[in-house]
């Protein structure tokens, strides 16, 4: 089975700092680009990085760019989000993902379970 595993949310007041962690098994992961979305209560699920398989490639939303830095370690198969100055409008469900490629087989979106990030005072 593809997994993510993504953990490393909390609570943190603004101006804080969290780092999240994308961990992936099951498939090739240096093949795969990987990416970080959120969702706040009542609204869609919005794209906030994400980076090429290689890691030479990032893109940012503009909510977070300047804030977020997307890495990743393609020997633990893992993805990490730093994410500095944190406002309280960053509060949501942060989901990683990747869309699964297999041959003779539909495209498959991939989703981890979600960790809450919560920005308070």
């Known amino acids: 089975d593809v997994q993510l595993q993504a953990s490393g949310g909390g609570l943190v007041q603004p101006g804080g700092s969290l780092r999240l962690s994308c961990v992936a098994s099951?498939?090739?992961?240096?093949?795969?680009?990987i990416g970080w979305f959120r969702q706040a209560p009542g609204k869609e699920r919005e794209g906030v990085s994400c980076i090429s398989s290689s890691g030479s490639s990032t893109y940012y939303a503009d909510s977070v760019k300047g804030r977020f830095t997307i890495s990743r370690d393609n020997t633990n198969n893992t993805v990490n989000l730093q994410m500095n100055s944190l406002k309280p409008e960053d509060t949501a469900v942060y989901y990683c993902h990747t869309l699964l490629i297999r041959l003779g087989r539909r495209p498959t979106d991939v989703w981890g379970q979600g960790t809450q990030v919560t920005v308070s005072s």
């Open positions: 099951g498939l090739p992961f240096d093949d795969y680009a």
